[in-house]
């Protein structure tokens, strides 16, 4: 059980000085690396001066500085601010103006013209040279408790992101629960480090990695970006564990070499951040057939991720849709409607989120906070905004953000619901349904975005034609779209997930 997680990975990192710990399309660097420069970066920033257990924002993608960089901080009492390169100037600056930084560490080249800040800025030269120091460095006063670990941004479409600071106990929790029996992974794996540092469940490839002697392998965003170039690296990783969206992983199912005749050692897959659909887990199974596949789900205001579990071969044979699994230790998830807790089994409702990996609220916004933020019988609770229920068996099922149910001519309707029953058809791969909405702000009818098989139809009306057959009895006649657009891929958040919201904004150009 791990209590405090830079003496964890410290530990961990003694025992295995030469160990591989992370790789970056070659660039290695081991254990030992991970101390020395851990440590010389700590004691660096002591020697600033900077205001005790103020965040330091790490700008860049995927090197190694960024998370050597994090556990230096973490050392020497400084939460981490992740910033994707290349991020949107209004975000990066009210990112800026919210967390306040002392300090900025430009792993990548930072426009800092762009931006009013008065801090410091760090660059990549100056770091790899303070890194390169070997240094004896006492730890006292690491990040711990209650004290933020890291705070991250959400990535809300509209409005200004909203800070959420995880504290240290916080993210051990998650930790613990990663490391222990409901993943079961060995010791000594290598992981796919694709996430962006900025997207929480990055925490499960590198904190996992890091507290069980495992190699990181990162994969720069220009890489996943080019498809030639990513499929033409990903055999030669050597993986033993996937971590990644449902987005991501069908990306990969594009390349014919993501297989377990090609890519033998991988084992473990652990989806988190969407909806893993019974058709992603079917194709997976037919190219790893005897993966060990995970769904998590959870809300950056509750780090990282709260519930899972392996999704079996009956399941996919079975379920229309997949359930979000049981809640980790220390969590209670319960449905709500309205302001009182529902038990009734199948009773559909808001997904609350108890226990101790809740964080105690947004950064600098009190307003937000008491909006999602509240105690049930003194234990730090959460609204996710999701529509949800339990099963009898203890399951818990997600139905879809309540912000994607709409009212169509008196009809509720789940957008998520939409698009599983439109997948039911044999001419859809992949679909994504948004409303039209009139000047009155109701909604008209649906618009379903959708990525087709290979088919033999001459025109797009054909085609549409034969999905509308293929749909009959399949799907309520209420809930059939009106209009089909056909998309080779759509359009994905930085984080990796399909931006539905973008769609609903381009579907109603002149609604607000
Ligand atoms: P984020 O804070 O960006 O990680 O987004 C959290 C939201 O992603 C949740 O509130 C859900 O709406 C969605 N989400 C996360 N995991 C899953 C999952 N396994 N299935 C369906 N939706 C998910």
């Given at each position: 059980m791990v209590k405090n997680i830079i003496q964890a990975i410290d530990a961990t990192a003694k025992a295995h000085l030469d160990q591989l710990a992370f790789d970056e399309m070659g660039v290695t660097h081991n254990y030992r690396d991970v101390l020395t420069a851990s440590n010389s970066f700590a004691a660096w920033l002591d020697a600033q001066e900077l205001p005790a257990n103020g965040p330091i924002?790490?700008?860049?993608?995927?090197?190694?500085?960024?998370?050597?960089?994090?556990?230096?901080?973490?050392?020497?009492?400084?939460?981490?601010?992740?910033?994707?390169?290349?991020?949107?100037?209004?975000?990066?600056?009210?990112?800026?103006?919210?967390?306040?930084?002392?300090?900025?560490?430009?792993?990548?080249?930072?426009?800092?013209?762009?931006?009013?800040?008065?801090?410091?800025?760090?660059?990549?030269?100056?770091?790899?040279a303070i890194f390169a120091k070997a240094v004896t460095y006492q730890v006292t006063h690491a990040v711990s408790g209650m004290l933020p670990f890291y705070i991250l941004f959400t990535s809300g479409t509209t409005g200004s992101p909203k800070g959420v600071p995880i504290s240290h106990d916080n993210i051990c929790s998650f930790a613990n629960w990663?490391?222990?029996?409901?993943?079961?992974?060995?010791?000594?794996?290598?992981?796919?480090?694709?996430?962006?540092?900025?997207?929480?469940?990055?925490?499960?490839?590198w904190l996992t990695s890091m507290l069980s002697a495992g190699t990181i392998k990162a994969i720069p965003s220009k890489v996943v970006q080019n498809l030639g170039q990513l499929f033409t690296c990903l055999p030669k990783l050597y993986l033993n564990v996937f971590v990644g969206t449902p987005s991501f992983g069908e990306m990969?199912?594009?390349?014919p070499d993501f297989s377990a005749s090609k890519m033998p050692s991988l084992k473990y897959f652990i989806f988190c951040g969407e909806e893993l659909t019974v058709s992603t887990v079917k194709r997976l199974f037919a190219r790893?057939?005897?993966?060990?596949?995970?769904?998590t789900y959870g809300?950056?205001?509750?780090?990282?991720?709260?519930?899972?579990?392996?999704?079996?071969h009956e399941m996919v044979d079975t379920l229309e849709r997949l359930p979000i699994g049981y809640d980790k230790p220390g969590v209670t998830t319960s449905i709500w409607d309205g302001k009182q807790q529902v038990t009734e089994v199948g009773k559909h409702g808001e997904i609350v989120i108890t226990g101790d990996s809740v964080a105690a609220g947004y950064l600098n916004n009190p307003t937000k906070t008491a909006e999602s933020f509240f105690q049930i019988d003194g234990r730090q609770s959460y609204r996710t905004g999701?529509?949800?229920?339990?099963?009898?068996d203890g399951l818990r099922h997600i139905i879809g953000r309540m912000d994607f149910q709409i009212k169509l001519?008196?009809?509720?309707?789940?957008l998520d619901e939409v698009r599983t029953g439109l997948e039911r058809s044999a001419y859809i791969k992949q679909a994504v349904a948004v409303p039209k909405y009139n000047q009155q702000g109701q909604?008209?009818?649906?618009?379903?975005?959708?990525?087709a098989k290979p088919n033999h139809f001459e025109t797009e009306r054909e085609l549409t034609a034969a999905i509308r057959t293929s749909l009959k009895g399949q799907i309520m006649n209420y809930m059939m779209p009106t209009q089909f657009k056909y998309v080779a891929h759509f359009p994905t958040s930085a984080n990796g997930k399909i931006a539905v919201k973008q769609l609903i904004a381009e579907a109603n150009p002149t609604c607000h």
């Open positions: 924002l790490f700008y860049g993608d995927h090197q190694f500085e960024m998370v050597a960089g994090f556990l230096g901080g973490l050392k020497a009492g400084h939460a981490y601010i992740p910033v994707e390169t290349a991020s949107a100037i209004p975000r990066v600056q009210s990112i800026i103006d919210t967390a306040k930084p002392q300090l900025i560490v430009a792993i990548d080249p930072f426009p800092a013209d762009n931006f009013n800040y008065d801090g410091i800025i760090l660059d990549r030269t100056s770091l790899v990663m490391l222990g029996p409901d993943f079961n992974l060995p010791a000594g794996q290598t992981y796919l480090g694709q996430t962006p540092f900025s997207f929480d469940v990055s925490h499960m490839y990969l199912l594009l390349s790893f057939p005897d993966a060990h596949i995970f769904n809300p950056t205001e509750a780090a990282v991720a709260i519930t899972s579990c392996e999704i079996t999701d529509a949800g229920f339990i099963t009898a001519h008196g009809f509720r309707v789940e909604a008209q009818h649906l618009i379903a975005y959708v990525i």
